[in-house]
């Protein structure tokens, strides 16, 4: 199974992307993840990558092509993917066409997390991240001696760079002037679920698994 998740930053792809993965046996690829590990590291990815980033724009097309072409070509795929961050253009949408057409995958799934940008704002405001297992948290469940609840690492959680609040506004912008034309660019194309990101994590996740189960 093939499964696009899209939506704005803050909605909850991630958290949503990496339980649909786990409950489907399929791979979770974030662009997001690839272009935070390769700047951690500094590769020559991540020197490109990491202004960008951190102020919140669009990583250039033709370096998202390399990094989405390797992703969806490794085995760890070979069982399905759900795509976390891509396509994020019209013209990352046309490449992802290509790709499809080339791994003969037909009819990928469209799942839309709506949000409005004032939830999105407080949520991405106060967010912290655990930099070994990418768990999210809210600031207020974090105390002192916190350990994951995930994967058990303590002292791990940490602030986004772009969760600053002039940053999420850029990404915010972003998104609704040129992301958000990529919806429309699918509908019709793909089977597309559209789903309430303002409910429970568990309401959300069972709300997208019962519209895949009846497609
Ligand atoms: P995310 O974790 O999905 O919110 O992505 C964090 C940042 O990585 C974005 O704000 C962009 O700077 C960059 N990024 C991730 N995916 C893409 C993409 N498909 N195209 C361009 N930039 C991206």
Redesign the pocket.
């Given at each position: 199974m093939q499964i696009i998740i899209f939506g704005s930053?803050?909605v909850g792809?991630?958290t949503q992307a990496k339980i649909l993965a786990s409950r489907l046996g399929i791979a979770h690829i974030?662009?997001?993840?690839?272009?935070?590990e390769a700047i951690k590291r500094e590769t020559e990815l991540g020197k490109k990558?990491k202004e960008?980033?951190?102020?919140?724009?669009?990583?250039?097309?033709e370096?998202?092509a390399g990094?989405?072409r390797d992703a969806l070509k490794d085995t760890r795929c070979n069982n399905g993917f759900i795509l976390?961050?891509?396509?994020?253009?019209i013209d990352?949408a046309k490449l992802l066409d290509t790709i499809f057409h080339d791994l003969k995958i037909g009819e990928p799934f469209l799942v839309k997390l709506d949000a409005d940008d004032d939830v999105i704002v407080a949520r991405l405001s106060n967010r912290l991240v655990c930099s070994k297992c990418g768990n999210i948290i809210q600031k207020n469940e974090y105390k002192n001696d916190f350990v994951c609840p995930v994967c058990n690492s303590s002292d791990s959680y940490y602030k986004?760079k772009?969760d600053d609040e002039e940053?999420i506004k850029r990404?915010l912008k972003?998104y609704h002037d040129t992301?958000s034309q990529v919806f429309s660019y699918y509908t019709n194309r793909l089977r597309v679920i559209e789903i309430d990101g303002t409910r429970s994590i568990e309401v959300v996740t069972e709300g997208i698994l019962s519209q895949i189960k009846k497609s």
């Open positions: 930053p803050g792809k991630g974030s662009t997001g993840d690839i272009l935070r990558a960008i980033v951190e102020k919140g724009e669009l990583v250039p097309d370096i998202m990094i989405i976390d961050g891509f396509p994020r253009t990352q986004r772009d940053v990404r972003v992301t």
